[in-house]
């Protein structure tokens, strides 16, 4: 829940009183998705491979206020192709 949330549902910021987010990252590499509907690209060639890589995220969270507690989750699943992008450049700190 973040600023616009609280003030959507009038929530001041003031009767907060606790958070908690608890996020599930499951690593694995599967067979190809036939019905993926995104297409991959590298250096302007669709990229197609035998296995992708697959992100499940599993995402619980609750804030609490002087009167109740909030609940929400997430269930996302994202794949992409096994050495996809094939041009990318390392992260540099």
Same mark, same amino acid.
Request: aromatic share 8%; proline share 6%.
């Given at each position: 829940? $973040?600023?616009? $949330? %609280?003030? +959507?549902?009038?929530?001041?910021? #003031? /009767?907060?009183?606790?958070?908690? %987010? +608890?996020?599930?990252?499951?690593?694995?590499? &599967?067979?190809?998705?036939?019905? *993926?509907? @995104?297409? !991959?690209?590298? $250096?302007?060639?669709? &990229?197609? +491979? @035998?296995?992708?890589?697959? =992100?499940? %995220?599993? =995402? $619980?969270?609750?804030?609490?206020?002087? @009167? /109740?507690?909030?609940?929400?989750?997430? !269930?996302?699943?994202?794949?992409?192709?096994?050495?996809?992008? #094939?041009? *990318?450049?390392?992260?540099?700190?």
């Amino acid at each position: 829940m $973040d600023s616009e $949330d %609280l003030a +959507t549902n009038k929530i001041p910021v #003031a /009767t907060l009183t606790g958070a908690h %987010l +608890t996020v599930k990252l499951s690593l694995s590499v &599967v067979p190809w998705n036939e019905p *993926a509907k @995104e297409i !991959f690209y590298s $250096d302007g060639k669709a &990229v197609r +491979t @035998e296995k992708m890589n697959q =992100c499940i %995220l599993e =995402c $619980d969270s609750n804030v609490t206020t002087d @009167e /109740t507690v909030y609940r929400s989750t997430l !269930f996302e699943v994202q794949e992409w192709p096994l050495g996809w992008p #094939a041009n *990318a450049s390392p992260i540099r700190g």
